[in-house]
Each structure stands twice: as C-alpha cells, then as structure tokens.
Nanobody, 121 residues
Framework: QVQLVESGGGLVQAGGSLRLSCAASGLTFSKYSMGWFRQAPGKEREFVSTISLSGGSTWYADSMKGRFTISRDNVDNTMYLQMNSLKPEDTAVYFC??????????????WGQGTQVTVSS
C-alpha cells in the first residue's frame, strides 16, 4: 500500500520559514517524480514544485521561485520543501504527489493527505 505522509506545516508569521516533509512508503521512491501542490480556501489546487527522479532537476511555479526549494533523499524515501520569505498568500493546504517514471507531475499516481500552512500578516 502506497502512502505519502506530509508533515511540517503550521502557523508562521509573514517573512518566516517552514520546511515540509513528505515520507513515502510502499513504492520504489527513486522511480517516481515527486512534487508539491497547494490548495487555498475557495481556490483550485495549484502546482508548486516538481523534482526529477534523481533530484538533479527542479521546477517551480513563478510565484515560488527564489523562495521555495524542493529536494529529495532517495535513501530515506523523503521529499522536502523549504519555504522561506513566506507571505499570507502562501496560506494553503500543501499536498505531496508522486508520478511514476516521468520528470513531471502531469497526472500524479498518488497523493498525500495534505498539511496546513498558515501565514499570518
């Protein structure tokens, strides 16, 4: 049974930082492209960032470039999202996702349950 479990969310003031983690089990982690999406109240889920199978390539939504850093550890089967300079508009539930055999997340095979990030002004 595949599980993606996010952690690290919480309440932070604007300008602060958080580090999200996504622990994967039940799959061959190194064969999956991984990434993050988020969904704010009343809005559609949006792409945040993707990391390639090896971790050598990363992609970000424009509004996250320079503030967020995605990484992965293929030994510990964990993906991370370091979020700096957080803004109130970053408030959302953050989901991790996995898609087999590609370097994009066009159609994730698996989703986590989400972790809430709240940024106060």
């Amino acid at each position: 049974q595949v599980q993606l479990v996010e952690s690290g969310g919480g309440l932070v003031q604007a300008g602060g930082s958080l580090r999200l983690s996504c622990a994967a089990s039940g799959l061959t982690f190194s064969k999956y492209s991984m990434g993050w999406f988020r969904q704010a109240p009343g809005k559609e889920r949006e792409f945040v960032s993707t990391i390639s199978l090896s971790g050598g390539s990363t992609w970000y939504a424009d509004s996250m470039k320079g503030r967020f850093t995605i990484s992965r550890d293929n030994v510990d089967n964990t993906m991370y999202l370091q979020m700096n300079s957080l803004k109130p508009e970053d408030t959302a539930v953050y989901f991790c996702a996995a898609q087999r055999g590609t370097n994009n997340l066009s159609s994730p095979d698996y989703w986590g349950q989400g972790t809430q990030v709240t940024v106060s002004s």
